[in-house]
């Protein structure tokens, strides 16, 4: 994406283990921050999102951070399960005032039974 | 309720045939968007229409042409097909631009020979 970092690319844990995501941005008038799933041979999928008005946001396994003055936010899963194995995207503005998203390059995850 | 239909699911082109990816949603949503995805570069966001009547060129626009045809139906031409149009395709749609949650397609796979 235009303005939107993702790291890392690539991430292996054991079933279990936690996993970290986390996209960096740089246009600070940005409001809405979705991280998005996709499994194989799919088309992506919203899973948790977080907007500026709250700095954390948990469902069950998944929860996201939000820190507006570093401009960045991160996917945390916890005990992960073989299924969590996707490829996960964060979304964020593109910048220069435009409201459309523009999405990270991605993170391939693989939970190793 | 369907959500996105994208046609076709895959489409072989011959370097200079032209061809058009039909998207349609039933969720009376405003935005709908254009992706293509490639290994290693995430989403690139190739066209979007904010709200019917409207289209707006994203981050790779050059090859492509867009029509909002009416609330429903937002489709993507290519008038000479070339090798490096070579992708996965998705079409999305969100109740408003950029500050909603995407519904995607389940892609288009097009080669280019």
């Known amino acids: 994406g235009e303005n939107v970092e993702q790291h890392p690319s690539t991430l292996s844990v054991q079933e279990g283990d936690s996993a970290v995501i986390k996209c960096t941005y740089s246009d600070s008038a940005s409001n809405y921050f979705p991280w998005y799933k996709q499994e194989l041979g799919k088309g992506p999928q919203l899973i948790i999102d977080i907007r500026s008005n709250v700095g954390e946001k948990k469902d069950q396994r998944i929860a996201v951070t939000l820190n507006k003055t570093a401009k960045h936010f991160s996917l945390h899963i916890t005990e992960t399960q073989p299924e969590d194995s996707a490829v996960y995207f964060c979304?964020?503005?593109?910048?220069?005032?435009?409201?459309?998203?523009?999405f990270g390059k991605g993170t391939k995850l693989t939970v190793n039974p | 309720n369907a959500g996105v239909t994208q046609t076709p699911k895959f489409q072989v082109l011959k370097t200079g045939q032209s061809m058009t990816l039909q998207c349609a949603q039933d969720?009376?949503?405003?935005?709908m968007y254009w992706y293509r995805q490639d290994p290693g570069m995430g989403l690139r966001l190739i066209y979007y229409?904010?709200?019917?009547?409207?289209?707006d060129k994203g981050e790779v626009p050059n090859g492509y042409n867009v029509s909002r045809l009416n609330k429903r139906e937002f489709s993507l031409r290519l008038e000479s097909a070339a090798p490096s149009q070579t992708s996965v395709y998705f079409c999305?749609?969100?109740?408003?631009?950029?500050?909603?949650?995407?519904?995607f397609g389940q892609g288009t796979r097009l080669t280019v020979v």
């Open positions: 979304a964020g503005p593109a910048g220069g005032g435009s409201e459309k998203l523009v």
């Open positions: 999305a749609s969100s109740e408003l631009l950029g500050n909603t949650e995407a519904f």
């Open positions: 969720m009376n949503h405003n935005s």
């Open positions: 229409s904010a709200s019917e009547g409207t289209t």
